[in-house]
């Protein structure tokens, strides 16, 4: 399975078939055991009929490329970012898990029953079978509305001077709401009013509400310009995710059984990491709002303080029409694969239960 490339293919140098082989040995070998790869480890399990000195030459052109790189401490290679990036994009191989699948169903399952009335708390499960299947931090973002607005604006006066104003979303959701109004005011002028917020508010794009609500009421209800601009603001309140701010986390003491994190700059870095949650917030939203059902950033374009890290994130349906999206970070070292899988499987496995349907949506790799 190819993943979708993050940057376009001029990003990468262009590689012959045995160069490709070779760097994907490496790459599987040194996610593996965390050992810099020589070229005789290479010659022992690549599927080329190359010496190691042969073996060795490409690896010194892929270095020159800045596909790898040799540490100081040994003669072996490990990737570099770019060589990640290029063998998430091109060469890896998408690990089906169709046990685990099915293990992921049940337990998710029995989790959804126990839970169904905290999908808070079963979305914090998830994530914590994603980040004990893979021994990596797991997040979430929980579902958001990607399309927001009303279809009906009820006002209904309660006493001279207040009204309940009504407001229905596009899946139905009901929010009520008092305010306050000139005590002047006739049903003739509420009805007036009522009108014209169902002509100008509903079904339609609320970013550009404000500017154009005030620009048409000038001409048709001037006297109400300080009601429109609370009810304004109480449609954009009503249409917010109560949740639409928050980061689950679980998982993070992972980090600290990597050995690439015993550093304490480093291990300095990922506590503040934590204590910074509207990063990993950032991201998951951006991809969300892009729509890509996955993503796969590798070091720097992980969008984060912190060097590096990965992050891969899989976008999953909530009840009524929302998306969230679920994500594993760890060291550019992880077992991409078998993160990919668990993902996958477990975004739609989320899916089935908040939906009740299979995801649909095709992936795009």
Do not use: W
């Amino acid at each position: 399975m190819k993943i979708r490339s993050i940057e376009t293919a001029e990003a990468f140098p262009k590689l012959n078939e045995r160069q490709r082989l070779v760097l994907k040995d490496v790459c599987d070998s040194f996610i593996s055991t965390g050992i810099p790869v020589g070229s005789r480890t290479i010659s022992k399990f690549c599927s080329l009929n190359c010496s190691p000195a042969t073996i060795r030459n490409e690896m010194a052109d892929l270095e020159s490329m800045g596909l790898l790189t040799s540490p100081h401490t040994s003669s072996g290679r490990v990737p570099t970012e770019l060589g990640y990036r290029f063998f998430v994009n091109y060469l890896l191989e998408f690990e089906r898990l169709s046990q685990l699948e099915e293990s992921i169903i049940s337990i998710l399952a029995r989790k959804f029953e126990e839970e169904h009335q905290e999908k808070d708390k079963f979305l914090r499960s998830a994530i914590r079978l994603a980040s004990d299947f893979t021994s990596l931090t797991g997040m979430a973002l929980p579902p958001k509305k990607c399309e927001k607005f009303l279809k009906t604006v009820q006002i209904i006066r309660l006493f001279e001077d207040k009204v309940l104003l009504i407001f229905v979303d596009h899946v139905g959701n009901f929010t009520e709401h008092v305010l306050p109004i000139p005590s002047e005011t006739n049903d003739d002028d509420l009805q007036k009013l009522s009108n014209f917020l169902n002509v100008e508010v509903c079904n339609r794009d609320l970013s550009t509400l404000e500017p154009d609500l005030f620009k048409k009421s000038q001409r048709i209800l001037s006297k109400f310009n300080s009601v429109l601009s609370m009810i304004t603001s109480q449609i954009k309140k009503s249409l917010e995710n109560p949740v639409g701010n928050e980061v689950f986390l679980e998982g993070f003491i992972h980090f600290f059984e990597r050995k690439e994190f015993k550093d304490q700059d480093k291990m300095k870095s990922l506590i503040e990491l934590l204590e910074r949650k509207e990063e990993l917030l950032k991201i998951l939203v951006e991809s969300l709002e892009n729509g890509d059902d996955i993503t796969v950033k590798v070091g720097s374009d992980s969008g984060l303080a912190v060097a590096d890290l990965a992050v891969v994130t899989a976008r999953y349906q909530g009840p009524n029409k929302t998306f969230g999206r679920i994500g594993l970070i760890g060291p550019m070292r992880m077992d991409y694969a078998r993160v990919l899988g668990t993902l996958v499987n477990i975004s739609r496995t989320i899916s089935l239960l908040f939906t009740g349907a299979s995801f649909k949506t095709p992936l795009k790799f």
